[in-house]
């Protein structure tokens, strides 16, 4: 199977590629141009692991060069990912998100023969908005509360307009909260494990937190890739799964399992000016339609994945 992977140097993508290469595929990894630190560190784990090609979402040229090659399948990771950098720039996430996406959906439904390709569209859990405390099913309303989930539900709306005229396979991937090495430090995982890894070295005894009583999914990266994967090779044309353990936790238990593992007890102390606007207080998803699916489950604990965070940061 020839599959294209957008957002490749990206914290996911950097995982998925590999991972999609050992598992048979031959793979396109597209990447952003440019010279951002980040991605280019990352790019280092695509050596071997697929053809490098660049794709700027943004552009339309761009993205019809790309889609000259014919593809079977295309893994859509390439996004504005942080909820914050969206806040920032609610346009430019929308150019990126869902404009970029309707490209991309249009040049492979246009595709000739049959079948069409298979577009998994990655898209987020925090479309279900606030809700309330129980795990979130397909089924549920949904009820974005940011640019960043309104801009990607706009794109699942529109990639399911393009499969009904079209014939494109499209499947969507709601996915929940996960992390893992190589994932920025301006997610929370990595930031509490850097904070504490420097409160350790300078002997501090408190660390300026946001809000902790937020309640969350802790997955560990390469297990979402694997359910990527299945979805793309399993999954079914206009259907949605949520990619989900279930497994819920508290941003104040994960901040001491981090305590745990970096070996110093810190105590969290909070900063009104670290507290996302309109945060969801509860965002666990229920995954028994992508289980039954794919037979797909999450196999690296919670503690086990906080420890290779803390390792990552450490090195």
Not at 12 to 30: K, T
Not at 229 to 256: I, Q
């Amino acid at each position: 199977m020839k599959t294209l992977v957008t957002g490749a140097d990206g914290f996911v993508g950097s995982w998925l590629v590999p991972h999609l290469v050992n598992a048979g595929h031959e793979v396109v990894a597209a990447v952003r141009p440019g010279h951002d630190p980040e991605q280019l560190e990352r790019r280092g784990f695509l050596d071997g692991a697929g053809h490098l090609v660049e794709l700027e979402l943004t552009e339309p040229d761009s993205i019809a060069s790309v889609m000259k090659e014919p593809f079977d399948a295309v893994v859509h990771l390439a996004a504005v990912a942080s909820v914050v950098e969206a806040r920032g720039d609610p346009g430019l996430t929308w150019d990126v998100n869902t404009v970029g996406t309707v490209r991309l959906a249009e040049h492979l439904g246009r595709a000739p023969g049959t079948p069409k390709p298979v577009l998994l569209f990655v898209s987020t859990g925090e479309v279900y908005g606030i809700g309330g405390d129980t795990a979130r099913r397909e089924t549920d309303s949904v009820d974005p509360v940011s640019p960043y989930s309104a801009s990607k539900l706009a794109a699942e709306l529109a990639v399911r307009e393009v499969a009904r005229r079209t014939g494109l396979r499209a499947v969507i991937a709601r996915s929940f909260g996960h992390t893992g090495p190589r994932q920025a430090d301006r997610f929370v995982v990595p930031a509490f494990a850097k904070r504490l890894l420097l409160a350790k070295k300078i002997d501090a005894p408190v660390i300026e937190v946001g809000n902790m009583e937020g309640v969350r999914e802790f997955m560990h990266v390469s297990d979402v890739v694997e359910a990527y994967r299945l979805l793309v090779e399993k999954g079914a044309s206009g259907e949605v799964y949520n990619v989900a353990s279930g497994v819920a936790m508290s941003l104040r238990d994960v901040f001491h399992k981090l305590t745990v593992a970096v070996g110093h007890d810190a105590i969290a102390e909070s900063d009104v000016s670290l507290v996302r606007p309109a945060d969801i207080p509860y965002l666990v998803g229920d995954g028994t339609k992508l289980r039954n699916a794919t037979g797909w489950r999450p196999k690296i604990s919670t503690e086990q994945t906080l420890a290779e965070v803390v390792d990552a940061q450490a090195n």
